[in-house]
């Protein structure tokens, strides 16, 4: 369970083209994870409280991201947040015109909704 899609989905050395830049994929139940220790600041049960998974698979995912997100900044590589097997919180369902997935987006995300596997805009149904 997430709270919500990020607003940036990519992240890279300034100066360098991406397509020349190897690149480390950040899930987004990692991206949630860090979201909640690192950011807000919560104990590993209490943010595994909130993703509705037990604490140990917690410390295993956020062990994960921050190893991720060391390995782009030590190595000069490009992170993209996208996948994983996630729940939006407060979400409503939509159809991707692009690659036609079906999926839920937060119900109070603002601007453009994309769909989180091609990153297009989607229709609300």
Do not use: W
Request: aromatic content about 8%; hydrophobic content about 35%; charged content about 25%.
């Amino acid at each position: 369970m997430i709270r919500s899609l990020p607003n940036n989905t990519c992240y890279k050395p300034k100066g360098i083209p991406v397509s020349r830049l190897k690149e480390v994929v950040l899930t987004l139940d990692e991206y949630e994870a860090m979201r909640l220790a690192d950011f807000e600041q919560l104990y590993q049960e209490q943010a595994a409280g909130k993703m509705r998974i037990s604490r140990q698979t917690f410390g295993r995912v956020i062990e994960s991201a921050h190893y991720k997100i060391a390995d782009a900044l030590i190595h000069g590589k490009a992170f993209i947040i996208e996948g994983g097997e996630v729940a939006v919180r407060g979400a409503k369902k939509f159809k991707c015109k692009n690659c036609t997935c079906l999926g839920k987006q937060t119900s109070g995300a603002t601007g453009t909704v994309r769909c989180p596997k091609c990153f297009k805009s989607v229709n609300h149904y």
